[in-house]
């Protein structure tokens, strides 16, 4: 039948399906794909992706539709086949034809274009092959094209759906990240009347505080209505683990993902509910890290940016940008280059940034100190501050030496900084009603089991004192929930820092070690059921491994993290240190992994492996093998600090077993140092 002929219903339906199969690759599979495989740039959540992708998908499909159908007879015809090719030559450029342009970045100004006129001449004559394609159908099979457009527009979509199904559960952890940030709104704001802070100093352990203590003999009177708790024993060894439990009650123990853990952390009920429920203005300034999704409706300074005004517009326009850059032609790809700075684009300006104390003091003198406000009868605030961490660049009086200062030095000026905030509630008439708690997220000997933690209670301005007090900072949340209820024996341990004082010598108490490298990265449980908390006295009950200690087959194309999450931890047998929760050390002159596959593709030579490199630690010469042959050899430079570890596995050197042993030398180190600080790992086919 001739197309004249064709009545508005078979022109709508055979126009629908390369609509469809158009918006499919485009507007649904091009954004999708790239947020899983890109997640790790990504600051919102694949959730806030899908509002704008729904919206363009369905207007984009159904703008489509019309202008394929509306017209009749050639230039129906000519319409649907050139959109047939442009749609195959977008899902052949997408999935089977990109390069990494040597950057990889999406930064026109780093690509040189001039480079590539041998690759872009090959990749036009694909996108001509493409476009072309169809047509030749037409001509070819004049009664029978139709059917065999749609066919292949049906046999492609379903591989898309399929391929997009795939990403999607083997990426399903990282897709419930929240769009959340930290910001510094309402830091030096408190109440009138009623006002809790809690400062936490990273890595302030008591035996730090002694010796200030003794260089400052006169911090007993400065410190009055304090109680210095003796006998604290913290949560975890590392902010990892230790500030979680600190803010929420529960534990880390590797048994699951970190992502997946302080999501459920949050969803729990805790203090902070209590506290909202109270009508108390509470605000955490500590790192993004240790907030799940339901710390956005609990903690008044984190914020959903992608529910923001405006917030959909940008998400929508920067993924379709990167996906227009991914999908198109070489020759037209820099109309669309862009920073993934961009990404970033609707930030707040007012994000915290943790460790930056010398400006967290700044800006509070910038205000003039607190503000006190009647918008809330009672407020919390919990600054996470830096502490006796490395590296020291704070002096005596909270300004910054880039030069660096000593650990004494540090020490000063963040009670420096306490001190001026106490002046501050003093001279204002607030400090009698104010609670305040000064403690630190963990130790900085032995296991760091034994922090420092000082607590003044409302109305409490006697003398300082002490108390060997059985207390754990596990004990924070109810001490918190104290502050509003009498209610708080569900929360956390159910009980105070005051209620601990009347507890029994032989209270029991729990101590998590975050200890162990390479696949035997471990938390350890430890128990005392004395007043005695040195590491010799506490007592191993339990080791919670990563993924329960199994080494799953590893799934070609899913990207492994060194950081929180540690699911490459398992494959790393030698070289490879304990991570922080912000990336894994190489710290070895050799460092091994072994990776078994799940399966390997028939007819594939190469499989593509990328490490994503956070620091470079010594600039030397790197030889990688892959079960005995050489893959890569360079030097570690900030280069492959920018654009990563890249290189092929031939599959001929993969076994039987279908493992791959990936070896790490640095020729040039005579002992093992810290080298490289990797984030990621992915092996994926080209």
């Known amino acids: 039948m001739e197309d004249k002929h064709l009545s508005i219903k078979h022109r709508f339906a055979f126009g629908a399906m390369i609509a469809g199969f158009f918006a499919m690759t485009l507007l649904v599979y091009g954004p999708l794909s790239l947020y899983v495989n890109g997640n790790d740039e990504m600051w919102f959540s694949f959730r806030s992706l899908l509002l704008p992708v729904t919206v363009v998908s369905l207007l984009g499909f159904a703008l489509m539709t019309g202008i394929l159908s509306l017209p009749k007879g050639g230039i129906h015809k000519l319409l649907c086949c050139l959109v047939f090719g442009v749609s195959l030559g977008l899902y052949i450029q997408c999935g089977f034809f990109n390069i990494s342009y040597g ?7 780093q690509i040189a274009w001039k480079d590539y006129n041998t690759y872009g001449a090959i990749d036009s004559a694909m996108w001509a092959a493409c476009i072309a394609l169809p047509f030749a159908v ?7 094209w139709r059917h065999i457009l749609m066919v292949a527009a049906v046999f492609i979509m379903l591989m898309q759906v399929g391929s997009l199904a795939v990403i999607l559960y083997q990426n399903q952890n990282s897709l419930n990240k929240l769009s959340h940030e930290v910001t510094i709104d309402g830091m030096y704001d408190l109440s009138r009347d009623d006002n809790t802070l809690v400062f936490v100093l990273g890595s302030m352990d008591k035996s730090y505080y002694d010796a200030y203590k003794q260089a400052h003999p006169e911090i007993e009177e400065q410190f009055r209505g304090f109680t210095e708790y003796t006998n604290a024993l913290g949560t975890g060894s590392d902010q990892l683990v ?70 959909y517009w940008v998400i929508g326009n920067t993924m379709y940008r990167y996906t227009m850059y991914n999908s198109v032609p070489h020759y037209l790809k820099r109309l669309f280059w862009m920073s993934l700075n961009e990404y970033s684009s609707f930030k707040s300006n007012s994000t915290y940034n943790p460790g930056s104390d010398d400006q967290f003091y700044a800006d509070y003198t910038a205000k003039g100190g607190f503000t006190y406000k009647g918008d809330y009868d009672a407020a919390v605030r919990i600054y996470d501050l830096k502490g006796a961490e490395r590296p020291y660049r704070l002096t005596a009086t909270a300004e910054k030496n880039t030069d660096g200062t000593t650990l004494e030095e540090q020490i000063e000026g963040e009670f420096y900084i306490i001190l001026q ?97 390479n696949a035997e990265s471990r938390i350890e449980e430890y128990k005392t059921n004395s007043s ?34 540690e699911t490459a931890a398992v494959y790393c047998k030698s070289g490879f ?3 922080n929760g912000w990336r894994t050390i190489i710290n070895a002159a050799e460092a091994t992994m072994e990776i078994p596959i799940e399966d390997i593709p028939e007819n594939l030579e190469d499989l593509h492996a990328y490490f994503s490199v956070l620091s470079i630690y010594r600039e030397t010469d790197c030889v990688i093998y892959a079960n005995d042959e050489e893959v890569y050899t360079g030097r570690l430079t900030s280069d492959v600090r920018t654009n990563g570890l890249n290189f092929l596995i031939p599959t001929d050197v993969i076994g039987r077993d279908k493992t791959v042993t990936l070896t790490f030398r640095f020729p040039e180190l005579e002992e093992d140092t810290e080298v490289i600080a990797l984030t990621s790992f992915k092996i994926y086919k080209q």
Do not use: C
């Not at 950057?103 to 100004?109: E, H, M, N, T």
């Not at 037409?138 to 029978?144: L, Q, W």
């Not at 002046?423 to 900085?444: M, P, V, Y």
């Open 138 to 144: 037409y001509m070819v099979f004049k009664r029978s």
């Open 421 to 517: 905030m106490l002046d501050d509630l003093r001279e204002n008439g607030k400090l009698e009603r104010a609670r305040i708690i000064i403690t630190a997220d963990n130790g900085d000997a032995e296991y760091n089991q034994k922090p420092l933690l000082l607590y003044k209670d409302k109305n409490s301005m006697g003398a300082y004192k002490t108390s060997s007090a059985p207390v754990s900072l596990f004990d924070l949340p109810a001490t918190l929930a104290s502050t509003v209820t009498t209610s708080y024996k569900d929360i956390g341990t159910g009980m105070s820092f005051r209620d601990a004082e009347s507890s029994p010598w032989n209270r029991r108490r729990f101590f998590y070690l975050n200890t162990g490298s």
């Open 532 to 565: 005695a908390i040195g590491a010799d006295e506490l007592k191993l009950v339990n080791k919670y491994y990563i993924n329960g200690g199994k080494i799953d087959n590893y799934v070609l194309g899913t990207e492994l993290t060194f950081t929180e999450d």
């Open 242 to 311: 230790s500030m979680p439990s600190m803010l929420t009650g529960e534990v880390y123990k590797k048994d699951t993902k970190y992502s997946k853990f302080i999501n459920n952390a949050w969803n729990t009920y805790n203090a902070y509910d209590v506290l909202d429920r109270a009508g108390v203005d509470t605000r955490i300034y500590a790192d993004d890290k240790y907030f799940g999704n339901a710390a956005v409706r609990k903690v008044e300074n984190i914020a959903d940016r992608a529910q923001d005004s405006g917030a």
């Open 577 to 579: 240190g304990h991570t």
């Open 103 to 109: 950057s990889g970045v999406l930064d026109g100004s």
